[in-house]
């Protein structure tokens, strides 16, 4: 009689195949929620199909685009506050698309675990297709990987894919003049961008997580949290309306740097920082970390989380336009001749 071997499996390594597959059965009716015009095929199989000319467009041009959370992964983390950060990592991809001037068609996202909890894994990705549905994107697909050794105890990390579709011909930034309107849409506090930093004014403050937060009701943890925002719907509106000749998703690099990405380069922007008041959590941040308004205006987003570039004899219907979609308007100023931003007044 031969002896049973009881080697080694892949649980016994680490790997739960069967939470992964729960997983997916968890989040279906999440990701169905989705479903727009142009599916064609979506979770389960080996790829996800989609058809633009099943979505409307005639001789459309394919626009993609890719991101992260960052460091605030560790704050909910940290916090177990992880119903926002799936939000936070749709609206990093498709507010990008939406600033060639591309409707987001489809959204597939990347989940990296140590060890696979069903029930934490399923609050984020339900995030995701969340955010999906708020810009009318369509969840088709995504990894789940389980990767012991990899990240320690509960820490994970997401990455996001985004693709969307204009017209041939239609792409922004395009006819960005002298004299173009600078109309900046309000921010929902720091979105998904400058949170080293943050991390370490709040300890430099002395304040946890769980701490009053300073400027705002509950903790600091969840008031730094808020998801970012989700120009989508908005943006589209404005540019299908006419006269929008850019748009600069104000992320990484502050105003300072992401505005002049959509200029030609023999323009630049004259931007009045009294034309906005700064929120409160971008005060705290400034007076508790001692940052200079030029450290602020090229880490933060400071309050505007958007810039559209548009004809000045536009501007007032654009901005009627924006308001009606739910945004807060502010005229930052215009487009100059010469290089970078240039700011005036006092960022307070």
Not at 164 to 187: C, K, W
């Amino acid at each position: 009689m031969s002896e049973v071997k009881t080697g080694m499996s892949y649980a016994e390594a680490g790997v739960d195949i069967d939470a992964g597959n729960a997983l997916v059965e968890r989040i279906k009716p999440a990701a169905g929620a989705t479903k727009r015009s142009g599916v064609m095929e979506g979770l389960g199989g080996f790829g996800a199909l989609f058809d633009p000319r099943a979505a409307g467009y005639q001789d459309p041009v394919l626009v993609a685009a890719t991101d992260g959370v960052g460091t605030k992964l560790r704050i909910a983390i940290d916090t177990q506050e992880l119903d926002g950060v799936g939000i936070d990592l749709v609206a990093m991809c498709v507010n990008d698309l939406v600033c060639q001037g591309a409707e987001p068609l489809f959204f597939l996202d990347y989940f990296a675990t140590g060890k696979l909890s069903v029930d934490e894994a399923a609050r984020v990705i339900n995030g995701i297709a969340e955010g999906c549905r708020l810009s009318g994107t369509a969840l088709i697909g995504g990894e789940t990987a389980e990767m012991p050794g990899m990240y320690h105890g509960r820490d994970f990390d997401l990455a996001g894919f985004a693709v969307g579709a204009l017209e041939r011909g239609t792409a922004l930034p395009r006819d960005v003049a002298d004299g173009d309107v600078l109309i900046g849409l309000g921010s929902d506090g720091v979105h998904s961008n400058g949170f080293s930093l943050v991390r370490r004014v709040a300890e430099k403050a002395g304040l946890g997580w769980d701490d009053a937060a300073p400027f705002a009701t509950g903790t600091l943890g969840q008031a730094l949290l808020v998801p970012t925002r989700l120009y989508v719907r908005s943006v589209l509106q404005a540019i299908r309306a006419g006269g929008v000749h850019a748009a600069a998703h104000i992320t990484g690099g502050g105003l300072t740097e992401n505005l002049p990405r959509v200029l030609p380069k023999h323009l630049g922007a004259e931007v009045e920082l009294d034309s906005w008041t700064l929120p409160a959590v971008f005060d705290w941040l400034a007076e508790a970390g001692g940052i200079s308004d030029a450290e602020m205006l090229k880490t933060f987003n400071s309050g505007i989380g958007m810039v559209l570039v548009v004809a000045a004899d536009r501007a007032d219907e654009i901005e009627a336009v924006l308001t009606t979609a739910g945004e807060k308007t502010f005229r930052l100023g215009t487009v100059t001749p010469g290089e970078g931003v240039r700011y005036s007044g006092r960022l307070r």
